[in-house]
């Protein structure tokens, strides 16, 4: 398998980011030993960041971090940040005082990072995560925003002693191979983020997920803001209603499609507002904020040319809770013929997925992923559809399949989804 989607084009980048893949047998392999080796030859680029919101969790680290981003920038806020994974290139993973780091940028920092190493063993996500922190601490920026890689305690991001704010998105089951066959032991993993009398902004949780942040928050003497305890997000009457110990907020509701966007967005309010950003910032951040491939609604390129009158909708969730919350908003959308168009990893719970989906599709038609290994491969992917309850038939590609439904159903709903390696290809090929 390879690491992340694959990058575009032919950039001088692409040629590093090849090499570096190839510096460690393994794509994950979780210790921090190597990023401190590499930082410290790099002279401690991670203790010159500007101030650090943490953000772990299972689903919606992404769209969390891009409505914080999007209430700080409003607020007048430089703001740098770190994503994984990308989907069309790799630059969308670093973001410097709000920009895209430029090709010129990333490929200097990516040789430096290479050269400080001197070929000894590293991850592709530790060496690249070097790279990041050097663009950041190089340019002043107001906050610093570092999306979790994987897990928690043993990400290569997992190396600033003192962020002012750490975020614990919900968790569930996924990567168990990782982090732990359990949501208590998951949790605890992305627990790791906690430092000794930092503030955690936690969104919701199972009851053994939250025992597990709390057991390890009350250790760290971590101040925790819980939801459900210390603040509270919901959707009443088509706004947006926040309340925590300072007062109610009374928001339109996101821009980001899905029932489960009002809890990230509950998550980063309580961030924002533990800042000390104003109403403005808030608002801001739930109208503002965007995030490609969750529910994102696709009006342009070759694939909707394709299929004029076609729905087009995109999503890589990949896991159980990602099946859940895709259902969720297909649950608020008007009654229309729904098909999916589904490729996955054979990494992943692919059961889990699906069954949530089910009462919701018409049919699915299954692809591979192109340049995967490990893909499932489109029988695969059709015989878990039908096991949980919906026809399903094989298609060569993802514009094949498009073809297909929009022959027979010119005005339905198309889903894209099941992986953020097939989102990145529509994108990429999408334009």
């Known amino acids: 398998?390879?690491?992340?989607?694959?990058?575009?084009?032919?950039?001088?980048?692409?040629?590093?980011?090849?090499?570096?893949?190839?510096?460690?047998?393994?794509?994950?392999?979780l210790t921090l030993d190597r990023v401190h080796r590499l930082l410290a030859a790099l002279d401690h680029p991670e203790r010159a960041l500007p101030p650090v919101i943490h953000i772990a969790g299972t689903n919606g680290k992404g769209s969390t971090q891009a409505m914080i981003r999007a209430g700080l920038e409003a607020a007048g806020q430089r703001v740098h940040a770190y994503t994984s994974p990308h989907l069309a290139r790799f630059h969308e993973r670093i973001r410097v005082a709000g920009e895209l780091i430029s090709e010129p940028d990333l490929s200097a920092l990516l040789e430096e990072c290479e050269t400080a190493n001197g070929g000894q063993p590293i991850t592709f996500f530790e060496i690249t995560t070097c790279a990041a922190f050097l663009a950041f601490a190089r340019t002043p920026a107001d906050a610093t925003l570092l999306e979790v890689g994987l897990g928690g305690r043993l990400d290569a991001t997992n190396v600033v002693d003192r962020p002012r704010l750490?975020?614990?998105?919900?968790?569930?089951?996924?990567?168990?191979?990782?982090?732990?066959?359990?949501v208590a032991e998951i949790a605890g993993e992305k627990a790791g983020i906690l430092k000794r009398g930092v503030p955690c902004v936690v969104g919701p949780q199972t009851p053994e997920g939250l025992a597990a942040i709390e057991a390890r928050a009350e250790r760290l003497g971590a101040p925790l803001l819980v939801h459900g305890q210390h603040w509270h997000a919901s959707a009443e009457n088509g706004r947006l209603i926040f309340q925590d110990e300072s007062g109610l907020l009374d928001l339109p509701l996101p821009n980001l499609p899905g029932p489960h966007q009002i809890e990230n967005a509950g998550a980063a309010l309580m961030a924002l507002r533990h800042m000390g950003m104003p109403e403005a910032a808030c608002e801001a951040a739930v109208t503002r904020a965007f995030w490609p491939a969750r529910m994102q609604r696709l009006r342009h390129?070759?694939?909707?040319?394709?299929?004029?009158?076609?729905?087009?909708?995109?999503?890589?969730?990949?896991?159980?809770?990602?099946?859940?919350?895709?259902?969720?908003?297909?649950?608020?959308?008007?009654?229309?013929?729904?098909?999916?168009?589904?490729?996955?990893?054979n990494t992943k719970d692919i059961a889990g997925y699906m069954r949530p989906l089910a009462p919701h599709l018409t049919a699915l038609h299954a692809v591979s992923i192109p340049g995967e290994a490990a893909t499932l491969s489109a029988a695969e992917t059709a015989t878990a559809a039908r096991v949980a309850g919906v026809p399903a038939t094989e298609a060569g590609s993802v514009g094949e399949a498009l073809a297909t439904i929009a022959a027979d159903h010119p005005q339905a709903r198309v889903l894209i989804c099941g992986s953020l390696y097939l989102a990145g290809r529509v994108l990429r090929d999408n334009g």
């Open 166 to 182: 750490t975020i614990i998105t919900p968790v569930s089951l996924d990567h168990q191979q990782y982090l732990g066959n359990t």
């Open 301 to 345: 390129g070759p694939l909707v040319d394709s299929a004029p009158e076609v729905e087009l909708w995109l999503d890589g969730g990949h896991n159980p809770a990602g099946g859940q919350a895709v259902a969720a908003t297909l649950a608020t959308m008007p009654a229309r013929p729904t098909f999916a168009i589904c490729g996955m990893l």
């Open 1 to 29: 398998m390879t690491p992340e989607p694959g990058t575009a084009g032919s950039a001088a980048s692409d040629v590093i980011l090849e090499r570096l893949m190839s510096l460690h047998p393994k794509v994950i392999d």
